[in-house]
């Protein structure tokens, strides 16, 4: 590429720092795969797929979780490698450090902006350090990317990518129906294309087969979506104008990692002008090619529906769908192979002629995406993501991994079960378990705690002592660690507390119960 000679020509020691950068980035990676303290999602993950003995079985745990398949099934089929979650974080490692390495192997851009996007927030944390599936939505997407010009001869590949991303995340079909729309008006509207393809005599076999692979897996990533319908609910009326605006705040935390406060109309207002800015800016662009063009639209406007109508988003980790249409919107942009990009055109990328000056803005906010992304991998090493990994590593120092465990709420002590690789006594299921069944759980009041361990004790009168494991906000307020407290027919000691994790949510407390006897 023309884009490469240049940047070689500029940047002093190009080859050592391609070399040295990825290297860092996976070892990094790898360190923080042994280190990284699961959370609850994590760990409900892994869960999933540790408590299935078949296929079969997979899919039913996985089905009320309301994610399509595909990364149960990889988990599934990589849990026993180690045997422990360190083989769910093993095989996450893979798959971001493959992603990383694709970029920095296809991409067309240069060397300062593949470092501040290799160490950014959602490719060195968000989708990196924290397992989950979203990184299966990266890799995907950037191979989909480094393939672009395999489209003149073969349509498979691509056929798998979207498939594919259908089975990954609701939020992942924005980046399939992009990929689709995008290669169907390029078949219609760039005549080099069709020739090209045409030229291919199996051209028709290989089209019958994309079609059906690429069907098949929508269809069958759309049934898995359909298990848990009931739980959507539909934006209730057609125009809402603060919603409309919180939606648009999801686009500009793609953008600069920020949201909104949604409370206050001034807020949404200023970033929606923003993101505006930014939108129209990152269009006038990749208006002159028009492939990235259909991709970076009509990825954006499938995804703004879905929020605006289905789901908002909770956190960055789904906003981060934007940014990895904008990031890959730009690739297609610089990389088309239909419309070479010149060495005067790459100049300007970086001097004039862009509306808003789009790279300046881009850099600008890559800038933000790898502080903010260096400060949260950093962060991780110095408090834990959770306090689950440390409450079950006490537990088992102490010898009390065997003992009957009471534990609530059953979303937040998954994490602790799954590091104990036991089950625990879940009152939100009435019965045992490990994680969250979502299917079967009711939810229970809180300050009503006592009260289940109650119902427990009833119910398993052979049992004298027992511990109990209470995640932050179902914990007895003011019982420090040595005190006590009688309780009807049982008295409650604490024993320990685990505060020292990034989530809230994430701190856990011990006690001892015990039966009084009369």
């Not at 990889?74 to 694709?102: D, E, R, V």
């Not at 879905?306 to 990895?324: A, E, P, T």
């Not at 289940?452 to 307020?477: A, H, M, T």
Request: hydrophobic share 45%; with cysteine.
């Amino acid at each position: 590429m023309e884009i490469k000679r240049i940047n070689q020509i500029n940047v002093p020691y190009q080859r050592f720092y391609e070399i040295l950068l990825p290297i860092l980035f996976i070892s990094i990676g790898l360190f923080a795969a042994f280190n990284h303290a699961l959370w609850r999602d994590e760990m409900q993950g892994w869960l999933v797929a540790w408590q299935s003995d078949n296929l079969i079985d997979l899919w039913k745990n996985n089905a009320p979780s309301g994610h399509p398949v595909l990364w149960s099934l990889l988990i599934y089929f990589s849990k026993n490698i180690t045997g422990t979650p360190i083989s769910m974080q093993l095989m996450h490692w893979f798959l971001g450090s493959s992603a990383i390495l694709i970029f920095w192997k296809y991409s067309p851009f240069n060397l300062t902006t593949k470092a501040l996007f290799t160490f950014g927030y959602f490719p060195f944390w968000e989708y990196y350090f924290v397992c989950r599936h979203y990184v299966i939505a990266e890799l995907i997407i950037f191979i989909f990317c480094a393939i672009y010009p395999l489209k003149s001869k073969t349509y498979i590949p691509f056929a798998l990518c979207v498939g594919l991303l259908a089975n990954t995340q609701a939020l992942s079909w924005s980046l399939a129906f992009a990929i689709c729309v995008t290669l169907i008006f390029d078949w219609f509207f760039n005549p080099n294309q069709r020739k090209n393809y045409l030229s291919n005599k199996n051209w028709i076999y290989d089209f019958i087969l994309s079609i059906f692979i690429s069907f098949s897996l929508l269809c069958f990533g759309a049934f898995s979506l359909l298990q848990v319908r009931d739980s959507v609910k539909l934006l209730s009326t057609f125009i809402d104008i603060r919603h409309f605006l919180k939606v648009i705040g999801q686009i500009f935390g793609g953008y600069v990692l920020i949201i909104p406060n949604s409370s206050r109309f001034i807020d949404l207002g200023i970033c929606a002008l923003i993101a505006l800015i930014l939108l129209v800016s990152t269009i006038s662009f990749i208006k002159y090619y028009r492939s990235s063009l259909i991709f970076f639209s009509s990825g954006m406007i499938f995804l703004f529906l879905f929020n605006y109508f289905l789901f908002l988003g909770d956190g960055s980790r789904h906003y981060g769908y934007y940014f990895l249409l904008i990031i890959s919107s730009v690739w297609l942009s610089l990389y088309k192979k239909d419309q070479q990009v010149t060495s005067s055109n790459y100049q300007n990328f970086f001097t004039e002629g862009n509306l808003f000056y789009f790279p300046n803005l881009f850099t600008i906010c890559l800038t933000i995406h790898m502080v903010v992304g260096v400060h949260m991998a950093l962060n991780d090493f110095l408090l834990p993501y959770s306090s689950g990994k440390e409450t079950a590593q006490y537990i088992q120092s102490k010898g009390w991994q065997d003992f009957p465990i009471f534990a609530t709420r059953d979303v937040e002590v998954a994490t602790v079960s799954g590091y104990l690789d036991r089950e625990f006594y879940l009152p939100e299921l009435k019965g045992f378990g490990s994680y969250a069944q979502w299917a079967k759980r009711v939810t229970l009041d809180r300050s009503k705690t006592l009260d289940e361990v109650q119902v427990y004790l009833d119910e398993f009168p052979k049992v004298n002592k027992l511990l109990l494991l209470l995640s932050n906000g179902s914990s007895i307020k003011n019982l420090e660690p040595g005190e006590s407290i009688n309780f009807d027919k049982f008295s409650v000691i604490a024993d320990s507390k685990f505060e020292n994790s990034f989530h809230d949510s994430e701190m856990f407390y011990l006690y001892w119960v015990e039966r009084i006897i009369d």
